[in-house]
Protein backbone atom coordinates (compact mmCIF):
# COMPACT_ATOMS: atom_id res chain seq x y z
CA UNK A 1 0.00 0.00 0.00
CA UNK A 2 2.79 2.76 0.59
CA UNK A 3 4.22 1.99 -2.62
CA UNK A 4 0.72 2.81 -4.04
CA UNK A 5 0.55 5.92 -2.40
CA UNK A 6 4.02 7.02 -3.67
CA UNK A 7 3.19 6.43 -7.34
CA UNK A 8 0.20 8.55 -6.56
CA UNK A 9 1.60 11.30 -5.44
CA UNK A 10 2.62 12.08 -8.68
CA UNK A 11 -0.59 12.33 -9.77
CA UNK A 12 -2.03 14.44 -7.10
CA UNK A 13 0.97 17.18 -7.13
CA UNK A 14 0.17 17.51 -11.26
CA UNK A 15 -3.38 17.84 -10.27
CA UNK A 16 -3.02 20.39 -7.74
CA UNK A 17 -1.03 22.57 -10.10
CA UNK A 18 -3.60 22.34 -12.97
CA UNK A 19 -6.02 23.65 -10.38
CA UNK A 20 -3.78 26.67 -9.68
CA UNK A 21 -3.63 27.23 -13.66
CA UNK A 22 -7.25 26.49 -13.94
CA UNK A 23 -7.99 29.24 -11.20
CA UNK A 24 -5.84 31.94 -12.36
CA UNK A 25 -7.94 31.21 -16.22
CA UNK A 26 -10.77 31.63 -14.64
CA UNK A 27 -10.36 34.86 -12.61
CA UNK A 28 -8.66 36.39 -15.61
CA UNK A 29 -11.97 35.72 -17.93
CA UNK A 30 -14.04 36.79 -14.65
CA UNK A 31 -12.82 40.00 -14.54
CA UNK A 32 -13.52 40.45 -17.81
CA UNK A 33 -17.67 38.99 -17.84
CA UNK A 34 -18.01 40.75 -14.20
CA UNK A 35 -15.76 43.82 -14.34
CA UNK A 36 -14.07 43.02 -11.04
CA UNK A 37 -11.53 45.33 -11.64
CA UNK A 38 -14.36 48.22 -11.40
CA UNK A 39 -15.86 46.48 -8.08
CA UNK A 40 -12.45 46.66 -6.51
CA UNK A 41 -11.78 50.07 -7.98
CA UNK A 42 -14.69 51.80 -6.68
CA UNK A 43 -16.96 52.01 -9.58
CA UNK A 44 -14.34 53.30 -12.26
CA UNK A 45 -15.32 52.64 -15.77
CA UNK A 46 -13.99 49.99 -17.21
CA UNK A 47 -14.11 48.67 -20.54
CA UNK A 48 -14.00 44.59 -20.94
CA UNK A 49 -11.59 43.80 -23.67
CA UNK A 50 -11.74 40.00 -24.41
CA UNK A 51 -9.33 39.96 -27.05
CA UNK A 52 -7.03 40.60 -24.10
CA UNK A 53 -8.22 38.07 -21.98
CA UNK A 54 -8.41 35.43 -24.54
CA UNK A 55 -4.27 36.46 -24.96
CA UNK A 56 -4.10 36.06 -21.35
CA UNK A 57 -5.07 32.58 -21.01
CA UNK A 58 -2.90 31.47 -24.41
CA UNK A 59 -0.31 33.10 -22.05
CA UNK A 60 -1.68 31.10 -18.94
CA UNK A 61 -1.58 28.05 -20.70
CA UNK A 62 1.53 27.92 -22.00
CA UNK A 63 3.13 28.70 -18.71
CA UNK A 64 1.07 25.90 -17.59
CA UNK A 65 1.96 23.53 -20.20
CA UNK A 66 5.74 24.46 -19.22
CA UNK A 67 5.61 23.94 -15.72
CA UNK A 68 3.47 20.93 -15.86
CA UNK A 69 6.05 19.02 -18.24
CA UNK A 70 9.16 20.71 -16.03
CA UNK A 71 7.46 19.21 -12.96
CA UNK A 72 6.15 15.63 -14.38
CA UNK A 73 10.34 15.11 -15.59
CA UNK A 74 11.34 15.98 -12.13
CA UNK A 75 8.78 13.89 -10.10
CA UNK A 76 10.12 11.14 -13.20
CA UNK A 77 13.45 11.79 -11.71
CA UNK A 78 12.85 11.73 -7.90
CA UNK A 79 10.89 7.89 -8.23
CA UNK A 80 13.91 6.89 -10.19
CA UNK A 81 16.53 8.20 -7.56
CA UNK A 82 14.03 6.42 -4.71
CA UNK A 83 14.35 2.85 -6.30
CA UNK A 84 17.97 2.62 -5.32
CA UNK A 85 18.62 0.68 -2.69
CA UNK A 86 21.33 1.48 0.33
CA UNK A 87 23.84 -0.97 0.66
CA UNK A 88 26.03 -1.20 3.60
CA UNK A 89 29.88 -0.40 2.44
CA UNK A 90 30.87 -2.85 5.38
CA UNK A 91 29.07 -5.83 5.29
CA UNK A 92 26.93 -5.28 2.35
CA UNK A 93 23.58 -5.76 4.10
CA UNK A 94 21.15 -4.31 2.65
CA UNK A 95 18.39 -1.91 3.73
CA UNK A 96 14.84 -3.40 2.78
CA UNK A 97 11.24 -2.94 3.78
CA UNK A 98 12.73 -1.09 7.35
CA UNK A 99 15.40 -3.97 8.20
CA UNK A 100 19.21 -4.99 6.94
CA UNK A 101 19.31 -8.35 5.00
CA UNK A 102 22.11 -9.91 3.67
CA UNK A 103 23.16 -9.48 -0.24
CA UNK A 104 22.86 -13.31 -1.02
CA UNK A 105 19.12 -13.38 0.76
CA UNK A 106 18.54 -9.97 -0.76
CA UNK A 107 19.25 -11.33 -4.51
CA UNK A 108 17.67 -14.94 -3.83
CA UNK A 109 14.50 -13.17 -3.67
CA UNK A 110 15.04 -12.09 -7.50
CA UNK A 111 15.29 -8.34 -7.36
CA UNK A 112 16.47 -6.78 -10.32
CA UNK A 113 17.45 -3.24 -8.54
CA UNK A 114 20.21 -0.86 -8.82
CA UNK A 115 21.99 -0.09 -5.61
CA UNK A 116 23.79 2.88 -3.49
CA UNK A 117 26.02 2.62 -0.63
CA UNK A 118 25.38 3.18 3.20
CA UNK A 119 26.22 1.89 6.35
CA UNK A 120 24.04 -0.49 8.54
CA UNK A 121 24.02 0.57 12.52
CA UNK A 122 25.58 -2.87 13.09
CA UNK A 123 28.94 -2.36 11.32
CA UNK A 124 28.35 1.92 12.32
CA UNK A 125 28.63 1.10 16.05
CA UNK A 126 31.56 -1.79 15.12
CA UNK A 127 34.01 1.07 13.17
CA UNK A 128 33.00 3.96 15.55
CA UNK A 129 34.22 1.61 18.91
CA UNK A 130 37.46 0.64 16.54
CA UNK A 131 37.87 4.26 15.77
CA UNK A 132 37.96 4.88 19.52
CA UNK A 133 40.08 1.93 20.10
CA UNK A 134 42.60 3.51 17.96
CA UNK A 135 42.16 7.55 19.19
CA UNK A 136 42.80 5.69 22.99
CA UNK A 137 45.48 3.64 22.23
CA UNK A 138 47.28 6.76 20.05
CA UNK A 139 46.61 9.09 23.70
CA UNK A 140 48.07 6.08 25.53
CA UNK A 141 51.33 5.64 23.23
CA UNK A 142 51.92 9.88 23.33
CA UNK A 143 51.29 9.91 27.67
CA UNK A 144 53.89 6.95 27.09
CA UNK A 145 55.69 9.14 24.39
CA UNK A 146 56.49 11.25 27.02
CA UNK A 147 58.16 9.38 29.44
CA UNK A 148 60.13 8.43 26.67
CA UNK A 149 60.57 11.06 24.11
CA UNK A 150 62.99 8.49 21.70
CA UNK A 151 59.50 6.22 20.86
CA UNK A 152 57.10 9.20 20.81
CA UNK A 153 54.18 9.06 17.76
CA UNK A 154 53.00 11.83 15.53
CA UNK A 155 51.16 9.84 13.25
CA UNK A 156 47.14 10.46 13.36
CA UNK A 157 44.55 7.44 14.25
CA UNK A 158 43.17 5.56 11.34
CA UNK A 159 40.52 3.46 10.43
CA UNK A 160 41.22 -0.81 11.59
CA UNK A 161 41.17 -2.53 8.36
CA UNK A 162 38.96 -5.12 8.69
CA UNK A 163 39.27 -8.53 7.55
CA UNK A 164 36.55 -10.09 5.67
CA UNK A 165 35.66 -12.27 8.49
CA UNK A 166 35.46 -9.18 11.11
CA UNK A 167 33.28 -7.53 8.23
CA UNK A 168 30.94 -10.61 8.32
CA UNK A 169 30.58 -10.50 12.33
Given amino acids: MFYREKRDQPTKVLAYES ?33 ESAVEMLLVLAVWLLVAGATRRLLNRVRY ?16 KGRWVPMEEF ?32 SEAAIQGEDNPEKGDNSAPT ?11
Avoid at 26 to 32: A, G, I, K, P, Y
Fill in 19 to 51: VGFLAIITLSWLDELLSLTSLLLNGNPYIPNFH
Fill in 81 to 96: LEEFLRVCSWCHRIHF
Fill in 107 to 138: FQQGFDTPTTHGICPHCLARNKAALERARKAK
Fill in 159 to 169: MPNLTGQEREA
